[in-house]
């Protein structure tokens, strides 16, 4: 029979990713947008018009829609993916940040009892690395005490629990998959490694003089989110209901990220200084079309950057996804990760910038035609 999947977040990096294998799967995939007078949905729009694939309006922070929902649905399967995902926007918006992150897994867990779902609904919650926070041991796993460090890690650690009182409490199916870092060339530009990527290619291309960065030190279990989708489904297809680490083993600084980023734009990094008065600078470039030169400084530290907690020494250990659900974590490495990322952001300036020039003589001639006229 056809199984049916509802995915809160979906016009996310992850929920993207998760649709796509769903529908490969034979599911009948429906998916949570949020009404706004912007459109969010770039990264779903190749799905929209398919045939099994159902957009439809709630919010994390509306019950009664999600109630309704899910009703309507009546899922065989919940990803819940919908949060304020970025860390340092929760110290901004720590309030908005608690309703979605934390009241919000409550909502979802309560419209499934509230339409009588609870023994045949499997939920699974996308759980983070940032419950660690200020780590106490190396490398963290699904036994490694939590320490969080963030109003978003606050936030994430009560949807963590309320997802395991609810599989206590009522022997419901309801997981969390404890996500360490995960990127792709679909990642939110304001996440540091996109926004690497991008300043690597727009600087390569001279669209951008400088990148500017926090904590080069912070130290980050880095996999591919097209992978980490996955793991997602085979948790939901365990035989019994567990929470899993999902992450690669293999820790990088986002220094290292930086280096291997501007080498595949072409551009050789040395760096200098140390803190805040640490710099990127060009030793080398490759290819005719490089628009930077040998001694420019195209990477610095900036203070606005830094977080009033940070956390800094994240790896995880994937051993009990690897042996119990068969997951390898490794499909990707974090070089090809880089790589593809940085393929795709080139491209993308180019077409930005191709796109910008038609745009100026299409322009011009509107104008011209004007004053002819």
Known sequence: MTKTALITGVTGQDGSYLSEFLLDKGYEVHGIIRRSSVDYRERIAHLEGTPHFHLHYADMSDSMSLVKLVGKVQPDEIYNLAAQSHVQVSFDAPEFTADVDAVGVLRILEAVRTNHLEKTCKIYQASTSELYGKVEEVPQSETTPFHPYSPYAVAKLYGYWIIKEYREAYDMFCCSGILFNHESERRGETFVTRKITLAAARIAQGKQDRLYLG????????????????????????????????????????????????????????????????????????????????????????????????????????????????????STSFEQLVELMVAHDMKKVAADDAAAEIRKVNLAEFLEKGIDK
């Open 215 to 330: 904590n080069l030190d912070s130290l980050r279990d880095w996999g591919y989110a097209k992978d980490y989708v996955e793991c997602m489904w085979l948790i939901l297809q365990h035989e019994t209901p567990e929470d899993f680490v999902i992450a690669t083993g293999v820790q990088h600084s986002v220094r290292e990220f930086a280096t291997l980023a501007f080498r595949h734009a072409g551009i050789e990094l040395r760096w200098e200084g140390e803190g805040i008065e640490e710099k990127g600078i060009v030793t080398n470039v490759q290819g005719d079309n490089v628009q930077c030169t040998k001694g420019d400084v195209v990477v610095r530290v900036s203070p606005d950057f830094y977080r009033p907690t940070d956390v800094v020494n994240l790896l995880g250990d994937p051993s009990k996804a690897k042996r119990e659900l068969g997951w390898n974590p490794q």
